[in-house]
């Protein structure tokens, strides 16, 4: 009897096991294969197991054609539209950026990519709502490492929301060029800022199960030419700008995936760099995950399979049937065939979008409200406030005039692939957008309006004033208003975009002369600037406050009244300088505005007299001011700009007292002298010893403190040795000079009362 039941159980305990261990699955149950279709072992669901074991797991399994069809997106020639079988494919993509079936007979899921800068992008096609967040550069501004976070894991969140698992948004190029029309979608001009605020940002997108990215591998700090130039920069000057924001991003965000930029460094295309991705990303900082290339980055099958691409985008032009001929005839070996397949299995399983694969909901959409408004009053910078302008007594002022940048409406966005739409469309329809205003700038005030409209915002502050609103097109009518008003606010926006550059820093659409001729007629005039980046401002000494909104997203409307009215203290910081000018910057023109572009040769069998188009030359973009990007140019040049990087005030005020310093740490105390609750991002500079080469000052550590009225925190930070080090490119290593370092702690790279040096010894 006893033999009998143990005989009857051991097939069901057989079972339990390897459904416990191995994971059985039916194909049906991950939505891949019709009913009836055989249940296999799964050997690799075991997670007691590493994602490196699981991979190689499943990399066994996988037959050649389904491996390459692994390495490649659907879009863009990715297979024929009477192909019914490719249809059939296509038809699970879930309207993203990019799609990659994947293979259902082992549980691999399609990957879905989306791109996602500052929120969920291209929803409108699908009838989808996602959180417009402030914009990246926003984020940059708060210099807060958990918000940082809280913007990647509300991303991740309402990917997942979605039905993605692949995020497209980690953008960090440095911001080298303040004319760049992507500059909202990055981090600002210091690499330790940047590289810091990406890397939590990444963290906090991937503990959502979602696979996360950094971008754009390498040097494509700038739109123009983007998809043709070169950029020449020693290896030194690389790692110390460009690439130690990549190489912190990394190191703190463990991102599944780098993508790699449409421009040549050096003469070679950065997705088929072999210096970039095998030796510096693959081998000196060890990543594992996968490299995508940005869409139509490919050059390439061989040349970029050898250095270190492992997968093309949106198509299949050099990583389909060409990757497999390569194969086959051996001229790309399969070790190295294998090791791309596995970086992006490995990164399934680490990210685990195979074990939690994502669930659609509707987003919560109250979540991300709280997340936006959060980050767009942490971001804004309040660059100045003479007079104690600023914060508006709401109960004192009888009357306001609103004036400019369809602030009856909404705020702007940045455009490009980084674009959320706008819930219930754009504030501003198009015509209205573009018409009329002369455009400066290269950049006018079209794009995407979220509806968030100050004017409602402040009207709801300040419900006894008379509110009133001009949209700034005739100035002398606008200036008429403001004279009859106690206070003027003017809306200032730039719309910036992906693939366009501005040809100089002035606001668009004659909004200097607007500010210039309401603060003529007016003295309590404040300035809202809503922009990708800085600005020049003809009139900064005409106007006794302004501050930096950015594009504050959904709840930008909000942010913006609770600082003009002191609900919300300022507390962010310029993550980049403001020039006085562009003849203050290291190029006075955008390197390359100056190439003149070619026709484009007539396709055969064009007819004769068709339209020829045209397009840029292959050219060279030299970045000669080499280490001295951002605020290390204006030091090292003796430059006052209009704002420094790290600058931003408070309605109270800080005292900084009692540095003490050693090579490993500096202690000090802020205290909060004002009346006012604050917070404060206290930043400490190094400058290194004479003789190294570099720049007067570099960022080395920051702490945001929140300090009530009277009170003082001492704040201890460490000095990392690695963010005082400079790259050795003989020795292919970073080095700890021995000698003097300069510390310095303040406010902003250009207010710092407290100083000390310390010596560090061999
Ligand atoms: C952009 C990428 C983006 C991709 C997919 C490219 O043009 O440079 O940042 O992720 O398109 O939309």
Redesign the pocket.
Known sequence: MHTRMARLRRPFLLGAILIASFGIVSAQQRGGQGAGAEQRPRPWMDTALSADERAGLVLAELTLDEKIGLLHGMGRGGGSAQDPAFQAVAARSNGG??FVPGVARLGLPDLQ?A?S?VGV?RGASRGRYSTALPSTVAAAATWDVKLAYEYGALIGRELRDQGYNVS??G?VNLLREPRNG?NF?YQGEDPVLAGTMIGHRIRGLQDQHIVG?I??FAL?DQETG?QIASVTLDTRVMRETDLLAFELGIRIGKPNMV?C??NRIGGDWACEHDYLLSGLLKKSWDFKGWVVS????THSTTKAALAGLDQE??GDTFFGAALKKAVESGEVPMARLDDMVRRILRAEFASGIIDNPPVTRVPDVLVGFAVAQRVAESGTVLLKNDRGVLPLGAPTIRSIAVIGSHADVGVPSGG???QVDAAGGSAVKPPAATGGGQRQGGMGRGGTWHPSAPLAAIKARAPRAKVAFDDGTDSAQAAALAKASDVAIVVAAQVTS??RDMTNLSLPDNQDQLIAAVAAANPRTIVVLETGGPVTMPWIDKVPAVFEAWYPGIRGAEAIAAVLFGDVNPTGKLPMTFPKSEADLPHAVLPGSDVTPQPVPAPAGAPAGAQRRTQLPPFDIIYTEGLKVGYKWFDAENKAPLFPFGHGLSYTTFAYSGLKATATAVTFTVKNNGTRAGAEVAQVYAGLPDGTGEPPRRLVAWEKVTLAPGESKTVTLTLDPFLLSIFDSAADRWQLVPGDYKIFVGTSSRNTPLTATVRLRD
């Open positions: 950026a990019g990519m791109d800068a992008a497209l948004g953008g992507r979608e990215d971008k754009h494509n983007r993508m930029s449409y940005d869409w139509g980055a985008m949106p490009g692939s980084a992906e693939g």
